[in-house]
């Protein structure tokens, strides 16, 4: 969740906020100061998040790595169109040693996020350049020794469409899809009608914002966003982004007057504690 709140949120306002404003935001989704305060702190370890202290307050802002992760993500999250397709795919192996095998496992799950499909054992692809992204990845795991990169043309022995079954689920992703939309398309119907009666206040709609956008993300680590012609013809990705985006587009202005005003309240206390040094 606080993942969700910088990316919608806090990296519009300069890309920092006070715990105490976090904490306070955080409550309306039921989390407590302690869980708040445990869930930055990992995310500080894990290299997402700095940490500056101002006076005897601590403010929270996005690291070059959490800015560029933040950036692709909402890319994706708000796109409004599949990628094109230039008929190449990209081919990436990597041959990792055994006691090296944290790199590994994170490296697996780097390129899931990112979109690959796994052909064969340590031999991934994508439709899409993503040169850009493998090089941030050999850059941040140092691994450019261990790995292959290839751009390449597909001429059998079978046709693209089997290759795509072969390297990703899209059934599965398609029955998650449908989950979403039965789901908030319902939900949709129902806040809408309450929006329009006044009887959802700010701060609901900026709960029911973030937990949206929180519930459609999860779609980035299952969904390579494959360009259109390699899709099935019954794809519900299309219909699940146009609900997403109606829905969203409901709540925000609501869910960004709160947090505006829990924001602001933090950046008076910054302000105060710089005016002391």
């Not at 790995?147 to 059934?171: H, P, R, T």
Request: glycine share 6%.
């Amino acid at each position: 969740m606080i993942f969700t709140l910088f990316g919608d949120y806090i990296r519009h306002y300069d890309n920092v906020i006070w715990i105490g404003s976090l904490i306070r935001l955080l409550e309306e989704f039921g989390h407590n100061e302690q869980s708040v305060r445990a869930a930055i702190s990992r995310m500080s370890k894990q290299g997402w998040v700095q940490s500056e202290k101002i006076g005897n307050k601590s403010f929270y802002s996005l690291t070059d790595r959490g800015k560029a992760r933040m950036e692709e993500a909402s890319k994706r999250i708000y796109k409004t169109e599949h990628p094109s397709w230039d008929g190449q795919w990209r081919i990436l192996v990597y041959t990792i040693p055994e006691n090296k095998r944290h790199l590994r496992d994170e490296l697996r799950k780097e390129l899931v996020w990112s979109g690959f499909g796994l052909l064969s054992n340590s031999c991934w692809i994508t439709p899409n350049p993503l040169e850009e992204q493998v090089n941030l990845l050999m850059e941040k795991y140092d691994i450019h020794e261990y790995v292959s990169f290839f751009d390449a043309s597909y001429i059998g022995m079978n046709n693209e469409e089997d290759l795509v079954q072969k390297c990703w689920n899209l059934d599965d992703v398609n029955d998650k899809y449908q989950l979403f939309i039965q789901e908030y398309s319902q939900k949709y119907v129902i806040d809408k009608n309450k929006i329009e009666k006044g009887e959802l206040t700010d701060g609901s709609c900026f709960v029911k914002s973030a937990l949206l956008v929180h519930q459609y993300r999860k779609f980035l680590f299952i969904d390579p966003n494959l360009p259109q012609e390699l899709l099935p013809t019954r794809w519900l990705g299309d219909s699940a982004a146009s609900l997403f985006t109606d829905y969203y587009n409901m709540l925000i202005e609501p869910a960004r007057r709160f947090f505006k005003n829990v924001y602001e309240q933090g950046d008076i206390q910054r302000f105060q504690e710089s005016l002391k040094e």
